[in-house]
Protein backbone atom coordinates (compact mmCIF):
# COMPACT_ATOMS: atom_id res chain seq x y z
CA UNK A 1 0.00 0.00 0.00
CA UNK A 2 1.06 3.57 -0.01
CA UNK A 3 3.54 4.95 1.96
CA UNK A 4 3.81 8.69 3.12
CA UNK A 5 6.86 10.43 4.59
CA UNK A 6 6.21 14.03 5.71
CA UNK A 7 9.26 16.29 7.36
CA UNK A 8 9.39 18.34 9.11
CA UNK A 9 7.39 17.51 12.47
CA UNK A 10 7.47 20.44 13.72
CA UNK A 11 8.39 24.21 11.77
CA UNK A 12 9.10 27.61 13.37
CA UNK A 13 8.93 30.69 11.72
CA UNK A 14 9.05 34.35 11.80
CA UNK A 15 6.08 36.06 11.27
CA UNK A 16 6.06 37.32 7.05
CA UNK A 17 8.65 34.29 6.37
CA UNK A 18 8.02 30.95 4.00
CA UNK A 19 7.70 27.81 5.37
CA UNK A 20 8.26 24.47 3.57
CA UNK A 21 6.68 21.35 4.42
CA UNK A 22 7.71 18.04 2.45
CA UNK A 23 6.34 14.61 1.68
CA UNK A 24 7.12 11.57 0.05
CA UNK A 25 5.36 8.86 -1.20
CA UNK A 26 5.51 5.07 -2.27
CA UNK A 27 2.69 4.20 -5.19
CA UNK A 28 3.63 5.72 -8.14
CA UNK A 29 0.18 4.83 -9.41
CA UNK A 30 -0.92 8.12 -7.24
CA UNK A 31 -2.49 11.06 -9.10
CA UNK A 32 -3.77 13.21 -6.40
CA UNK A 33 -2.45 14.99 -3.60
CA UNK A 34 -4.11 16.92 -1.49
CA UNK A 35 -2.77 19.18 1.51
CA UNK A 36 -4.90 19.19 5.10
CA UNK A 37 -4.95 22.28 7.47
CA UNK A 38 -6.44 21.05 10.87
CA UNK A 39 -6.75 23.73 13.84
CA UNK A 40 -6.67 22.57 17.29
CA UNK A 41 -10.17 21.31 18.20
CA UNK A 42 -10.99 20.78 14.60
CA UNK A 43 -11.22 18.78 11.85
CA UNK A 44 -8.64 18.81 8.58
CA UNK A 45 -9.94 20.62 6.19
CA UNK A 46 -8.25 21.35 2.73
CA UNK A 47 -6.13 23.98 1.60
CA UNK A 48 -5.15 23.04 -1.73
CA UNK A 49 -4.95 20.00 -4.10
CA UNK A 50 -2.47 18.99 -7.20
CA UNK A 51 -3.17 16.33 -9.69
CA UNK A 52 -0.29 14.23 -11.24
CA UNK A 53 -1.22 16.15 -14.95
CA UNK A 54 0.39 19.30 -13.23
CA UNK A 55 3.78 20.52 -11.57
CA UNK A 56 2.60 23.69 -9.44
CA UNK A 57 -0.51 25.02 -7.93
CA UNK A 58 -0.84 28.12 -6.38
CA UNK A 59 -3.93 29.93 -4.63
CA UNK A 60 -2.98 33.57 -3.04
CA UNK A 61 -0.33 32.92 -0.06
CA UNK A 62 0.08 28.62 -0.74
CA UNK A 63 1.46 26.57 -3.22
CA UNK A 64 2.06 23.17 -4.05
CA UNK A 65 5.04 21.50 -6.45
CA UNK A 66 4.88 17.81 -7.63
CA UNK A 67 7.62 15.66 -8.63
CA UNK A 68 6.38 12.55 -9.81
CA UNK A 69 9.78 11.70 -10.94
CA UNK A 70 10.95 11.85 -7.56
CA UNK A 71 7.60 10.75 -5.63
CA UNK A 72 7.39 14.39 -4.19
CA UNK A 73 5.92 17.32 -3.41
CA UNK A 74 5.76 19.97 -1.12
CA UNK A 75 3.45 22.70 0.56
CA UNK A 76 4.82 26.44 0.40
CA UNK A 77 3.35 29.20 2.39
CA UNK A 78 4.71 32.88 1.89
CA UNK A 79 4.28 35.48 3.96
CA UNK A 80 3.54 33.70 7.32
CA UNK A 81 0.63 34.97 9.50
CA UNK A 82 -0.56 33.84 13.00
CA UNK A 83 -3.42 32.31 12.01
CA UNK A 84 -1.16 29.99 9.94
CA UNK A 85 -0.08 28.03 12.86
CA UNK A 86 -1.59 24.65 12.60
CA UNK A 87 -0.88 20.67 11.60
CA UNK A 88 -0.98 20.42 8.60
CA UNK A 89 -1.14 17.02 6.72
CA UNK A 90 -0.23 15.97 3.05
CA UNK A 91 -2.04 12.67 1.85
CA UNK A 92 -1.54 10.36 -1.10
CA UNK A 93 -4.52 8.00 -2.51
CA UNK A 94 -3.51 4.35 -1.09
CA UNK A 95 -4.60 0.98 -2.99
CA UNK A 96 -7.64 0.52 -1.45
CA UNK A 97 -9.19 4.01 -3.00
CA UNK A 98 -8.36 5.78 0.80
CA UNK A 99 -6.26 8.58 1.43
CA UNK A 100 -3.36 7.68 3.76
CA UNK A 101 -2.13 10.54 4.88
CA UNK A 102 1.32 12.06 6.32
CA UNK A 103 2.34 12.10 10.17
CA UNK A 104 1.68 16.24 9.70
CA UNK A 105 3.78 18.92 10.82
CA UNK A 106 2.77 21.24 13.66
CA UNK A 107 3.73 25.14 11.98
CA UNK A 108 4.21 27.91 14.02
CA UNK A 109 4.12 31.53 13.23
CA UNK A 110 6.23 33.54 15.82
CA UNK A 111 4.95 37.43 16.21
CA UNK B 1 -19.32 24.30 9.71
CA UNK B 2 -17.98 21.87 7.40
CA UNK B 3 -21.26 20.33 6.83
CA UNK B 4 -20.93 16.87 8.36
CA UNK B 5 -22.02 16.33 11.88
CA UNK B 6 -20.59 14.38 14.09
CA UNK B 7 -22.24 13.21 17.79
CA UNK B 8 -21.02 12.76 20.27
CA UNK B 9 -18.21 15.34 21.00
CA UNK B 10 -17.42 14.18 23.61
CA UNK B 11 -17.74 10.26 25.08
CA UNK B 12 -15.92 8.67 28.64
CA UNK B 13 -16.57 5.32 29.14
CA UNK B 14 -14.89 2.54 30.40
CA UNK B 15 -12.62 -0.21 29.43
CA UNK B 16 -14.92 -3.60 28.11
CA UNK B 17 -17.64 -0.96 27.04
CA UNK B 18 -19.52 -0.47 23.81
CA UNK B 19 -19.98 3.23 22.13
CA UNK B 20 -21.46 4.00 18.53
CA UNK B 21 -19.92 7.28 16.93
CA UNK B 22 -22.62 8.72 14.14
CA UNK B 23 -22.20 11.09 10.92
CA UNK B 24 -24.18 12.96 9.20
CA UNK B 25 -22.50 13.67 5.96
CA UNK B 26 -22.38 16.69 3.80
CA UNK B 27 -25.79 17.07 2.11
CA UNK B 28 -25.11 15.51 -1.66
CA UNK B 29 -22.34 13.44 -0.54
CA UNK B 30 -22.55 9.78 -0.83
CA UNK B 31 -19.63 8.17 0.07
CA UNK B 32 -18.27 8.73 4.15
CA UNK B 33 -15.00 7.80 5.50
CA UNK B 34 -14.17 7.05 9.04
CA UNK B 35 -10.59 7.90 10.57
CA UNK B 36 -9.07 7.38 14.14
CA UNK B 37 -6.22 10.20 15.06
CA UNK B 38 -4.28 9.65 18.00
CA UNK B 39 -1.34 11.18 19.27
CA UNK B 40 1.37 9.07 18.04
CA UNK B 41 -0.37 7.49 15.20
CA UNK B 42 -1.58 10.34 13.12
CA UNK B 43 -4.85 9.89 10.75
CA UNK B 44 -5.83 6.17 10.06
CA UNK B 45 -8.02 5.27 7.42
CA UNK B 46 -10.65 3.18 9.10
CA UNK B 47 -13.46 2.13 6.57
CA UNK B 48 -15.35 3.98 3.74
CA UNK B 49 -18.81 3.25 2.82
CA UNK B 50 -20.29 4.88 -0.59
CA UNK B 51 -24.55 4.87 -0.89
CA UNK B 52 -25.16 2.15 1.68
CA UNK B 53 -22.25 -0.30 0.86
CA UNK B 54 -18.68 -1.07 2.17
CA UNK B 55 -16.41 0.59 -0.43
CA UNK B 56 -12.86 0.18 1.36
CA UNK B 57 -11.02 -1.52 4.12
CA UNK B 58 -8.66 0.28 5.88
CA UNK B 59 -6.39 -0.89 9.45
CA UNK B 60 -10.03 -1.24 11.36
CA UNK B 61 -10.07 -3.82 14.18
CA UNK B 62 -12.09 -6.68 14.18
CA UNK B 63 -14.26 -5.21 17.65
CA UNK B 64 -14.83 -2.22 15.28
CA UNK B 65 -18.14 -2.21 12.90
CA UNK B 66 -19.48 0.48 10.37
CA UNK B 67 -22.63 1.18 8.26
CA UNK B 68 -24.05 3.90 6.55
CA UNK B 69 -28.12 3.69 6.36
CA UNK B 70 -30.26 4.47 3.41
CA UNK B 71 -30.33 8.14 4.51
CA UNK B 72 -26.55 8.07 4.21
CA UNK B 73 -25.97 8.73 7.87
CA UNK B 74 -23.20 6.19 9.17
CA UNK B 75 -22.35 4.87 12.55
CA UNK B 76 -19.17 3.54 14.09
CA UNK B 77 -19.67 0.91 16.32
CA UNK B 78 -16.44 0.09 18.83
CA UNK B 79 -16.95 -2.80 21.19
CA UNK B 80 -14.82 -4.38 23.85
CA UNK B 81 -13.00 -1.38 23.99
CA UNK B 82 -9.18 -1.08 25.49
CA UNK B 83 -7.71 2.11 26.71
CA UNK B 84 -5.60 2.05 23.79
CA UNK B 85 -8.81 2.73 21.80
CA UNK B 86 -8.76 6.44 23.20
CA UNK B 87 -8.52 8.48 20.46
CA UNK B 88 -10.52 11.22 17.95
CA UNK B 89 -12.53 9.52 15.71
CA UNK B 90 -13.55 11.34 12.44
CA UNK B 91 -15.91 11.31 9.89
CA UNK B 92 -15.54 12.95 6.40
CA UNK B 93 -17.56 12.79 3.78
CA UNK B 94 -17.46 13.09 -0.36
CA UNK B 95 -19.29 13.41 -3.35
CA UNK B 96 -18.04 10.52 -5.25
CA UNK B 97 -16.18 6.86 -3.88
CA UNK B 98 -14.10 6.08 -6.63
CA UNK B 99 -10.25 5.53 -6.33
CA UNK B 100 -8.15 8.07 -4.93
CA UNK B 101 -8.92 11.81 -6.22
CA UNK B 102 -12.07 12.13 -3.65
CA UNK B 103 -11.89 15.62 -2.19
CA UNK B 104 -12.97 14.69 1.83
CA UNK B 105 -14.88 17.13 4.13
CA UNK B 106 -14.26 16.39 7.59
CA UNK B 107 -16.61 16.79 10.83
CA UNK B 108 -15.36 18.39 13.58
CA UNK B 109 -14.36 14.95 15.33
CA UNK B 110 -15.69 12.98 18.45
CA UNK B 111 -12.80 12.50 20.48
CA UNK B 112 -13.33 9.23 22.80
CA UNK B 113 -11.76 8.58 26.19
CA UNK B 114 -11.47 5.02 27.75
CA UNK B 115 -10.39 4.69 31.88
Known amino acids: GENVEQHPSTLSVQEGDSAVIKCTYSDSASNYFPWYKQELGKGPQLIIDIRSNVGEKKDQRIAVTLNKTAKHFSLHITETQPEDSAVYFCAAPGSARQLTFGSGTQLTVLP | DSGVTQTPKHLITATGQRVTLRCSPR?????VYWYQQSLDQGLQFLIQYYNGEERAKGNILERFSAQQFPDLHSELNLSSLELGDSALYFCASSVTGGYGANVLTFGAGSRLTVL
Open chain 2, 27 to 31: SGDLS
